[in-house]
């Protein structure tokens, strides 16, 4: 008995000197991040990025990119088809990946992608905003108004949407979940990009990069978004 209590009050206290440390350890990470764009944006004309502590909550341990394209686009039925001479893929492709990251954020997911048309991506943002999430989209404003766009049917479904409004293109193609989480990289949210384009999207919880990408994402939000 009294050997279980002792070795009970050992293991807590090691979890909670671990948890401490680990605490400690990010907010260092965050000052010395912060230290470090200071002295970079030093004579450039622009602010540092502002390291935000939520961003610093990424474990650092995502670090993953996904090639497209993908053999085929993923089987509504998966795991239970049965239909004979099934086309679609029955195995994780990197659409599913992806549309289970998507599926993964529990707050927001703040989107900046060139165009959207498709379907499964804006049905995962859609089931996001369903289950609460806060979605904000930035497009470019040529292509949302192309042939099969996703982007118009988002926004009638209640998504905030920001276009451009200048002659060149909003060109990026990343995405934010949690403030935690990014994905970006050549890949257009297109069926095209999926089945056919060589295409990367890298997966990181970076602090850094995150910190970066939020900032980007709430400037271009601020000077694309009307009310
Ligand atoms: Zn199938």
Known sequence: MVLAWITCSWVCYKVIKHCGSRVDTLQNQVRQLQQQLNVAYQGTGYAPPVVHQQAAGGSGKLSEVLFFPDPAMPCHYAGNCRRNNCTYAHQPTNLTRLLQFLGSARSTIDVCVF?????????????????????????DNDQSKTQGSDVERL???????????????????????DSRMIA???????????????????LSDNPALVAQFCRQFEILWQKYYKR
Request: aromatic residues 8%.
């Open 184 to 202: 970006n990289g050549s890949f257009n949210w297109t069926r095209q990009a999926v089945l056919f384009n060589q295409e990367n999207v890298v």
């Open 115 to 139: 165009t959207i048309t498709c379907d499964e991506i804006a049905e995962a943002l859609l089931a996001a905003q369903k289950r609460g999430v806060r979605v904000r989209i930035i497009s």
């Open 155 to 177: 926004r009638a479904a209640g998504i905030p949407v920001a276009l451009d409004a200048d002659q060149y293109h909003m060109h990026h193609k990343f995405a934010v979940l």
